[in-house]
């Protein structure tokens, strides 16, 4: 299917694409577009990596001064602009060099789903979790990145049912107050996030506030005006609305289950491992919605129960009955690594069949030779 996206973000159009436009002049033409995708994905990955050596726990900022050495904080800001520079030129440097192809576009919006979630939690590391004086509760960070994830599932189930992807105002401004926050907590120290900003508002208050803000009552009814008017436009892709809803059931489930772990957990999960908690909620997350823009990209119908559920239910179950017991932080650590090793294994295979079936290398412009 020819892809179709539409940008009406003032900060995209008018501030940021004259910048990728000159950014791209510097791109040499033999350089794969994936490579450039993967590059970006690879500097958050390490960047997130880093910040975890030195606060495993979410708690490193949370004393005065920070524990967190500030050139951590300036190689976030630099990883952080890096990956937005690169995932905004990829799109332009295929067109440029005539290569764009379902893979490419699968390809980004595949590591962009995995990648929002490790955006999110790289920066609760700049606020501290909460320790009774200042910083944000993990049941916060949680609700945080839902909402995030929320809002991309949002744009990838629209598109799922116009054809079209319109892509979140919210998108541009997060990365950008992400390298400021990076900034900000370089120049100023984590005292900055520590101290009320506005009316005894701290800034992470205002933060939260505005995400949930932008995404009920501007991300979310912009959503649902699109397919609203792709309905009486009669272009949506889905005449029943069983399959037009069909791709929120697994995630809504996914939603529900690991909402019920963290309310019932008998050890309190989330506050033992957030960041391995976390973690999985991403990785869980992305694997589902991939499958969404498969089925999208292929005009298949999305199936209705993702398989990592079943395990999912499964642990859920074993812990709130308490059947796990001391073992729950053990059971949590075997099920993110089988997650994330199912995703890897899931993006390998499918990268591996489309570019055999389209002909292709993914990291390099040169032809395949058909045996």
């Known amino acids: 299917s020819q892809y179709n996206a539409v940008d009406t973000n003032p900060l995209s159009v008018y501030i940021m694409q004259p910048i990728w436009n000159k950014i791209i002049k510097i791109v040499p033409l033999w350089i ?3 490579l450039l995708t993967f590059s970006g994905f690879v500097m958050i990955l390490v960047n997130y990596f880093l910040i975890s050596f030195y606060d495993w ?3 490193a900022s949370g004393t005065s001064p920070g524990l967190v050495p500030t050139w951590v904080w300036l190689f976030s800001a630099f990883t952080t602009f890096c990956a937005y520079a690169l995932d905004s030129i990829d799109g332009k440097h295929a ?3 005539q290569s764009s192809t379902p893979l490419g576009e699968l390809f980004d919006h595949g590591l962009d789903s995995w990648a929002t979630s490790i955006f999110v939690l790289s920066f609760f590391s700049v606020c501290s979790r909460d320790n009774g004086k200042t910083g944000v509760s993990v049941y916060t960070m949680y609700t945080y990145l839902s909402i995030v994830l929320f809002n991309f599932m949002c744009s990838h189930w629209e598109k799922y049912n116009t ?3 319109f892509l979140p105002w919210g998108y541009d401004l997060s ?6 926050a990076y900034l900000l907590t370089s120049a100023l120290g984590v005292e900055v996030w520590q101290k009320p900003f506005l009316f005894g508002y701290y800034i992470t208050d205002i933060l939260v506030i505005l995400l949930i803000g932008f995404s009920l009552f501007l991300s979310f009814p912009q959503t649902l005006y699109n397919i609203h008017r792709a309905h009486l436009k ?9 399959e037009g809803l069909l ?8 939603f529900i289950l690991l909402t019920i772990w963290v309310v019932l957990s008998p050890c309190n999960i989330l506050s033992k491992q957030p960041r391995l908690f976390l973690w999985m909620v991403g990785v ?3 694997n589902v919605i991939c499958k969404v823009i498969i089925c999208q990209m292929s005009s298949t119908r999305t199936e209705l129960f993702h398989w990592f559920l079943f395990p999912l239910a499964l642990v859920v179950y074993g812990a709130i009955s308490g059947m796990l017991g001391w073992t729950e932080e053990g059971v949590l650590a075997v099920l993110t690594i089988l997650f994330t090793a199912a995703h890897v294994h899931f993006g390998v295979c499918v990268g591996k069949q489309l570019s055999e079936h389209l002909n292709i290398y993914i990291f390099s412009l040169k032809k395949r030779v058909r045996e």
């Open 163 to 165: 054809g079209v992807l």
């Open 95 to 97: 067109r440029r060099t």
């Open 247 to 254: 791709p929120l059931v697994s995630p809504l489930l996914l």
């Open 175 to 180: 990365q950008v107050v992400l390298i400021a």
């Open 234 to 242: 009669k272009t949506l892709k889905n005449d029943s609305l069983y």
């Open 57 to 59: 726990d979410y708690t």
């Open 32 to 34: 794969a577009p994936n």
């Open 284 to 286: 869980a997350f992305s």
